[in-house]
């Protein structure tokens, strides 16, 4: 993108930041996007207060009218957020909706198209945790105009990673972005689901494979974490990821377990993509794998009674078991900067965030939510995939303020773990491949 055509869209962005200021008002309601957060508004108190349901007045439209906007959902949701924003429109029968179009867009990648050229991106769209830098950083993100109502009815930590400098960012829609082991019960039981041993064990003896995509980064990275070998954000430069300190003798020896076990169980365990653990389930060819939230209602379909989820395994090292350690993360709605209809956007954004949606979504496409209300729900608590999320949530590194360049080392590292050439006693070619994925992902910043 042209120069000239950045600076001028930056200031756009500076000019629908503010597009909120004059509408907030005072006495503990909601601020504005924009307004300083001091709670006044020049006279001005037309409130941003949310009923039930994230329903608000109408006059929050302001004077748009003959609305039209994108969203971005991702393939699995996009029949739900359809029939979502239709009872949207029905919320508001004072306002014209001209078009409300949704489109397939994945979470994983919504920040980089929304660089490629913001002006024709979605309004609306979900997008993963570790991308929130990025976009605040290129200033296409609106900030949160109804903070008070998100802070108070979502968990803690997901709006803590949506705030940068002290500024709320985006809607929080799951608090359920990681992984965890599903596994078929009449193959494996629980008690050998506790351990990556166990796991192994059960789907060679019944020859059914264990599924975990190895290569992929977001994966992967278990093998390091596990390891000791963890992230903490950035270093100062603002760009280079930052590593806690380790004890490498102890990560070598674990990244030695996990690939013996690889090659032990050559053939049972299987680096393929998540996706095929559920089709593995249907035709008999997949005893258990790591997934995440977003393929239980096809494993669960899959496997019927026979459905087990637990948080993910330990894994013995040197005699002791050790437990393996995730990615974990949150999902997110946020509004473009740049919008044309950036109040309707962000009414949209809190409607599609609210406990009723939330619900909706965990009910139908099985994603963990990030409200209060909904996460005390039978629906969570009677859930074990959800349950197995949570658990494993307490054994995970937040997706979050994460380099770009930490991805492709991790996958790198998962790859020569499997790799039929590598020889899980050389001690030696582990230490020189964990000092090469570091310096990897600091040297690529």
Not at 280 to 308: E, M, R
Not at 374 to 398: C, F, H
């Amino acid at each position: 993108m042209k120069t000239k055509q950045l600076l001028a869209m930056i200031l756009a962005g500076m000019m629908t930041a503010t597009a909120f200021a004059g509408c907030g008002g005072g006495g503990g309601t909601d601020q504005p996007s924009g307004d300083g957060g001091d709670g006044g508004d020049g006279g001005n108190s037309t409130a941003l207060e949310v009923k039930e349901n994230a329903i608000v007045d109408e006059s929050v439209f302001g004077d748009e009218d003959n609305i039209t906007l994108k969203v971005w959902a991702p393939e699995k949701a996009v029949d739900l957020t359809k029939k979502q924003i239709e009872d949207f429109k029905a919320a508001y029968p004072g306002k014209t909706f001209t078009n409300i179009e949704v489109v397939i867009q994945g979470e994983d990648s919504a920040a980089t198209q929304i660089l490629n050229d913001a002006e024709q991106a979605a309004d609306v769209f979900g997008f993963a945790s570790d991308q929130l830098n990025k976009l605040t950083d290129a200033g296409v993100i609106q900030e949160v105009a109804f903070v008070d109502y998100v802070t108070k009815t979502n968990v803690a930590e997901t709006v803590t990673s949506a705030t940068v400098n002290g500024k709320l960012y985006a809607f929080p829609e799951t608090n359920d972005n990681g992984y965890y082991l599903v596994y078929d019960k009449s193959v494996v039981s629980d008690e050998q689901a506790k351990t990556l041993e166990g796991i192994l064990e059960g789907c060679k003896a019944a020859g059914r494979k264990f599924i975990f995509d190895s290569g992929s980064p977001f994966f992967a990275c278990t093998y390091a974490f596990t390891a000791g070998v963890k992230i903490d954000g950035f270093e100062e430069d603002g760009e280079t990821q930052k590593f806690v300190d380790y004890d490498e003798d102890e990560a070598v020896a674990t990244l030695q377990a996990f690939s013996k076990l690889m090659h032990d169980y050559k053939g049972t365990y299987a680096s393929l993509g998540a996706a095929q653990i559920a089709s593995g389930f249907s035709t008999g060819t997949c005893g258990a794998g790591v997934d995440g939230s977003w393929n239980t209602v096809p494993d669960q379909k899959a496997l019927g009674d026979n459905y087990g989820a637990a948080k993910l395994p330990t894994i013995n090292v040197n005699g002791t078991d050790k437990q393996l350690i995730s990615m974990f993360g949150y999902k997110y709605i946020g509004v473009n900067a740049f919008s044309k209809f950036p109040r309707s956007a962000q009414i949209l954004a809190l409607y599609l965030t609210g406990d009723k949606c939330q619900k909706e979504r965990t009910e139908e496409v099985g994603w963990g939510p990030s409200n209060l209300k909904v996460a005390g729900d039978e629906v969570v608590t009677s859930s074990p995939t959800l349950q197995a999320i949570t658990a494993q949530a307490q054994n995970a590194v937040p997706q979050v303020n994460i380099a770009p360049t930490l991805w492709d080392p991790m996958g790198n590292l998962g790859n020569k773990l499997i790799a039929d050439e590598t020889d899980p006693t050389d001690t030696e070619f582990f230490r020189s491949l964990l000092k090469e994925t570091i310096v990897n992902v600091k040297d690529e910043a």
